[in-house]
């Protein structure tokens, strides 16, 4: 598959997610696995609601990117742990909505249950299920982060998603399309429950 078909449903995802409020000013990362070494990555500085195939670049799983002078996203390293940690992984999404904002400033995990959308996570087949979306302490030192995140997904092998602290959503699936539906079903979740929760 070419470059721009690798691209194109991130540039929709990033349409969808914008006029959704999810990725407001340059806020937001998204990536697709190419290969068992590469994978195409947003460049910092990119408006996710109006990307075009010039917007992306190709980077090594060590974040560096490929016959490209752009800069990569700051935070590639955080899509270069998922992909290195899982191969199963084609596609990493990151999203700053109010509600994912809000709900990992005030909780050190965001917990789901009941939910008819929790089935859209991997393992998950009944909404008589409960998960906790872990929540980590913001962090600038963006490979320090990486590997915090990296310990917690070994220790916790089932994480379906995690949230920074007062940042942002990260999410994924086997593509773009998957991960995209996840990222969908979790903001509803959350905005859920910033609604439930006391004022």
């Avoid at 609601?49 to 490209?68: C, H, I, K, Q, R």
């Amino acid at each position: 598959m070419s470059i721009p078909n690798f691209a194109r449903p991130l540039i929709d995802a990033g349409r969808l997610f914008h006029q959704r409020g999810w990725v407001p000013a340059t806020g937001g990362n998204f990536s697709a696995r190419l290969s068992a070494e590469r994978m195409l990555i947003t460049a910092s500085g990119c408006h996710k609601g109006e990307l075009t195939e010039n917007d992306f670049l190709e980077a090594g799983f060590d974040g560096v990117p490929v016959g490209s002078t752009r800069k990569a996203s700051y935070e590639t390293l955080l899509h270069c742990q998922l992909y290195r940690h899982d191969p199963r992984i084609g596609a990493v999404l990151h999203t700053h909505s109010i509600a994912n904002t809000v709900l990992s400033r005030r909780l050190a995990a965001i917990r789901l249950a009941g939910y008819e959308l929790l089935k859209l996570l991997p393992g998950i087949t009944t909404h008589e299920a409960a998960v906790e979306v872990p929540v980590f302490a913001n962090d600038q030192d963006i490979p320090r982060l990486a590997a915090t995140v990296d310990a917690h997904m070994k220790e916790h092998p089932r994480t379906p998603a995690y949230v920074i602290a007062g940042h942002g959503l990260y999410a994924w699936g086997a593509d773009v399309a998957q991960a995209r539906w996840r990222v969908e079903a979790l903001e509803f979740m959350f905005e859920c429950e910033l609604h439930s929760s006391p004022v």
